[in-house]
């Protein structure tokens, strides 16, 4: 991953993201090379990104990061001046020897135990143990730190301050741990006394036999006492292998290049860096003087890892030239990045064979009459014979006809015939069709371009046009006038005749009404009817119907269509309405005069003396006013229901509206009367019935009203 520069001169590290300063070699964050960030991986200040190409040969490596060995002295050298050996222990103080206390005897017990037959004694003094020899303490570093940078074949030197911590004497020693194989380190005597600093030389080099690749690393040395191996110092070593070695170098094979009647050629292109231990990445190009060759490299980045020499392709096209002729063309092959750019030259020679001698095709028309009836597309072949031929015939298709009706299809339009074979290619032919019942021949040629020769073959196209079968067809529908009374929906049959035709009838249905009401359903909506048969359609009409006692008359035209003509037939739909008004009014009229005679001969009000109308009658007896009234009243009811059924025979309803509001009238004025002659009177359900019944009565003669 190739590192960014931004603007306020930094460099972003493209492997893990962070920012270094503008003059870092390596990531302060994860020690990835940062220097082909110098132009060995930047064409015109863009990162090149590039691809692994083919690697070819690598020079030997001085080998990877490893852990430290099992034995850590093994992997540092001896010290430069032999290590004094460490001082004995001091021996102990002086004083007496301590008694000697003899062991204790199996089944006697502990032997200062005193027994029942000895005599006692003085107490046994104890020996304290002597002191322990003094340990050694971890040695004390000044610096935990150190960063160097080793060139690959020298050796270079970093100052570490150490003291003894201890109270004896030690001697310390250096282990690098997780060190690469070509790391070499090695040290000064270090034998200090107690309480002692001092700062030692140590070297670092490396290891001949192999390159050392660019890079940062952290190695560890401990800090090791001789005297206690345990008591150990770390001290971290910030090692830097710096870029070393020339530019790469690049070869391309062949130099001379040679293309005979191709026009496409390739070459290798080889970079070479194993002189370098850091890798360099180039942008592949090519050139020529005329600008028109094309050229193509795979991959057209190239990255050359550090002692590799890799290998890519390139391709180029040149334009074709002509028949038995030769050019020369200089073309220049490039490798560049903004730090350097790499040149090679490669001699191009391209000639072409002369012109074999041509020999014309022979073109074939199968068949060459054609025939179509009742079509206007015909397909045949066109057979391109090229065995007498020397070499290939690349030939392009098409036809013409004198009068210019025909057009003309090829698959493929453009064929090229080896030598000795010949091939077929699919053609096809159309043109308009002549009027129905009639038969024309036109005639066409096809035409087979090869450069500036054309081979031509002639054909005839006959195109007969049958008459439609509208023409002979015949359409019939049954009813032919249909009367659904009140209904608004309604079925016919619908009859195809095509008995006398020679082609099928495919045709789509539709309808239409003189007054636009009638809605149309096709059972099938659409219909083929073979020659020589008859077809039959369900035709399903919905239509509103008319006012009530009217009645409507539809003309309906029913169409049949090809998409060329229509022929059409014809049928009568009839819709009548009943007017219920009369009926209607005879309901309410007679319920309503009868509910007033049953009101009549019923009493009204508390008292009602209606049924004396026999005592005076016979006895002329009218002393009674209110007997008389109510008499009266009852009386005009039976007479005004006997002027109703007379104008049941009326036309306006007039008679029975009067007579139903008279009587209504009239009942309610003798409930008034009778209120003021006793100031308090019970309405009874007599005088309610003849109220229902004149509103009955008038609701009918409004229904006796003719309509508008």
């Known amino acids: 991953m190739e590192a960014v520069e931004e603007p306020n001169g930094v460099l972003i590290c493209g492997n893990c993201g962070t920012k270094n300063p503008l003059t870092a070699q390596f990531c302060s964050h994860c020690d990835s090379y940062l220097g082909w960030d110098r132009g060995q991986a930047t064409l015109d200040g863009a990162p090149l ?74 107490p046994t003094q104890r020996v304290p143990d002597p002191p322990a020899p003094p340990k050694a303490l971890p040695p004390e570093i000044a610096t935990p730190t150190i960063a160097i940078e080793i060139t690959p074949g020298s050796t270079t030197t970093a100052a570490l301050e150490i003291r003894n911590p201890s109270p004896i004497v030690d001697g310390y020693v250096l282990t690098p741990l997780n060190a690469p194989p070509w790391l070499l380190v090695t040290q000064e005597d270090a034998h200090l006394m107690p ?10 080099g490396t290891r001949p036999g192999g390159m050392i690749i660019a890079q940062r690393l952290q190695v560890t040395l401990v800090l090791r006492s001789e005297a206690s191996p345990e008591a150990r110092t770390e001290v971290e070593v910030a090692i830097t292998v710096p870029p070393q070695g020339p530019p790469a170098s690049m070869e391309v094979t062949p130099t001379l290049l040679r293309l005979v009647d191709i026009a496409l050629g390739s070459f290798q292109i080889r970079l070479d860096n194993r002189l370098a231990n850091y890798p360099q990445r180039f942008a592949l190009h090519g050139r020529d003087p005329e600008k028109v060759v094309q050229f193509s490299f795979s991959p057209a980045v190239v990255e050359v890892g550090p002692g590799q020499l890799v290998e890519a392709e390139g391709m180029f096209t040149v334009p074709a030239i002509d028949a038995g002729t030769e050019i020369s063309r200089q073309l220049t092959i490039s490798a560049a990045n903004d730090a350097a750019e790499l040149t090679a030259l490669v001699t191009l020679l391209q000639r072409t064979s002369p012109a074999p001698e041509f020999v014309p095709v022979e073109v074939e028309l199968a068949p060459s009459h054609l025939t179509a009836v009742d079509t206007d597309t015909v397909d045949f072949d066109v057979r391109i014979d090229n065995r007498n031929g020397k070499a290939p015939a690349s030939l392009e298709l098409h036809g013409q006809d004198p009068e210019d009706r025909a057009r003309f299809a090829f698959t493929p339009a453009r064929v090229t015939v080896p030598e000795g074979t010949e091939t077929v290619v699919r053609a096809r032919i159309r043109s308009s069709l002549p009027e129905e019942g009639e038969t024309v021949d036109r005639p066409f040629s096809v035409i087979a371009s090869h450069g500036p020769h054309d081979v031509e ?14 023409r002979t067809a015949e359409l019939r ?38 007054d636009g009401t009638v809605n149309f359903r096709f059972l099938p909506p659409s219909t083929t009817v073979m020659p020589q048969s008859t077809g039959t359609v369900r035709v399903e009409v919905e239509s509103p119907g008319p006012p009530p006692s009217q009645s409507k008359v539809s003309q309906l035209r029913i169409t049949a ?18 007017d219920r008004r009369p009926l209607a009014k005879l309901l309410f009229v007679i319920i309503g005069a009868l509910l007033m005679v049953i009101g009549a001969f019923m009493p009204w009000v508390d008292g009602d003396d209606y049924a004396q109308l026999a005592d005076i009658i016979v006895n002329r007896n009218v002393s009674e006013v209110e007997t008389a009234v109510a008499v009266a009243a009852h009386l005009a009811i039976v007479l005004l229901v006997v002027a109703i059924l007379f104008g049941l025979s009326g036309k306006s309803g007039s008679l029975m509206r009067r007579s139903a509001v008279v009587a209504f009238l009239t009942s309610a004025g003798f409930a008034v009367y009778a209120f003021v002659v006793d100031d308090f009177v019970v309405l009874l359900v007599g005088l309610f019935v003849v109220w229902v019944g004149a509103v009955l009565v008038y609701i009918g003669g409004i229904f006796a009203r003719p309509r508008r």
Do not use: C, K, Y
């Open 457 to 470: 073959a002639t054909g005839t196209l006959e195109l007969t046009s049958t008459p439609s079968p509208l």
């Open 561 to 578: 269509a090809d998409g060329q003509g229509m022929i059409e037939t014809s049928a009568t739909l009839v819709q009548s309405a009943n």
């Open 195 to 204: 309480g002692e600093g001092r700062i030692i030389t140590v070297t670092f």
């Open 49 to 122: 990104a590039g691809a692994a190409p083919l690697v070819v040969e690598e020079a030997p490596m001085a080998g990877a990061r490893v852990d430290a060995p099992a034995d850590a002295d093994s992997a540092i050298t001896a010290p430069q001046d032999a290590a004094a050996p460490s001082p004995a222990p001091p021996p102990p103080p002086p004083g007496p020897a301590p008694p000697t206390v003899p062991p204790p005897t199996a089944g006697t017990g502990d032997a200062r135990a005193p027994t029942e037959e000895a005599a006692p004694t003085a």
């Open 477 to 514: 529908m049954e009813p032919a006038v249909l009367n659904v009374g009140g209904s608004q929906h309604g079925v016919f049959r619908l009859l195809v005749d095509n008995r006398r035709g020679v082609r099928p009838l495919a045709v789509a249905w539709s309808g239409q009404s003189s």
